[in-house]
């Protein structure tokens, strides 16, 4: 409950709130594993190393979603100027872009925390028992989150905005190609033709003009 109010704020969506707080679960369990692996019970250690990983989870995320936003924002605009709807394909490109930018900061952070972290759970002085149940789960979780974090995190985005790209497309009008007159145009455009000729634009062509002769109420002269 406490991520969501955090992240709710900072997106305004709620789909992009709840892809981040996916990462939090997978990162547990990465936690869980190691835990278990090492024979290590559920313990108060253990539980404030398991809060320490939801939050670097959560930070991570929301850092990929920065980025694949950023990448997204500026393939929206891009195609704006085109004067196209985003495609599928437009939607990939800008995911592939945002996520490779990611995968430096996020192997920068693993390698930082795993290194602060190793000596603590190896150690065997004076606390080291106490010290090696909350580093546990913070080294687990870390190793599922990256999967999740470069993996999983642009997957779901990709999904998200696919499903949301069909549905504009079915509900909003087609786009005219820079340069074309809008129907407004075209329809002024045909009332100013018809006004040449004479007639009015809200009721179609002009009458037929009488023959001479016609207005005085005499028969025209047939022509020998």
Same mark, same amino acid.
Do not use: F, N
């Given at each position: 409950m406490c991520i969501r109010d955090r992240l709710y704020p900072n997106f305004r969506r709620i789909t992009e709130t709840l892809i981040v707080m996916l990462s939090v679960p997978f990162a547990l369990v990465g936690g869980i594993w190691l835990m278990w692996a090492l024979g290590y019970n559920l313990s108060v250690a253990a539980a404030i190393g398991f809060i320490a990983l939801a939050g670097v989870a959560a930070e991570t995320g929301v850092?990929? /979603?920065?980025? @694949?936003?950023?990448? *997204?924002?500026a393939v929206q605009a891009k195609c704006a100027a085109e004067g196209r709807r985003?495609?599928?394909a437009d939607l990939y490109a800008a995911i592939m872009e945002g996520a490779v930018e990611r995968v430096r900061p996020k192997m920068m952070t693993?390698?930082?925390?795993?290194?602060?972290l190793l000596p603590i759970l190896w150690g065997t002085g004076t606390g080291s028992e106490v010290m090696s149940r909350?580093?546990?789960?913070?080294?687990?979780g870390m190793v599922?989150?990256?999967v999740l974090t470069l993996g999983?995190?642009?997957? /779901?985005?990709? @999904?998200?905005?696919? *499903?949301q790209?069909?549905?504009?497309a079915k509900t909003a009008a087609p786009l005219l190609p820079p340069g074309s007159p809008g129907p407004a145009a075209s329809e002024a455009a045909g009332g100013e033709g018809f006004s040449r000729l004479g007639g009015d634009p809200g009721h179609g062509p002009p009458d037929p003009q009488p023959p001479?002769?016609?207005a005085a109420g005499r028969r025209p002269t047939p022509p020998r």
């Open positions: 850092i990929m /979603l920065i980025y @694949l936003d950023h990448a *997204w924002t985003p495609q599928p693993v390698t930082a925390i795993m290194a602060g909350i580093a546990a789960p913070m080294v687990g599922s989150s990256t999983v995190t642009p997957a /779901l985005y990709a @999904l998200v905005k696919e *499903w790209i069909r549905r504009s001479p002769g016609a």
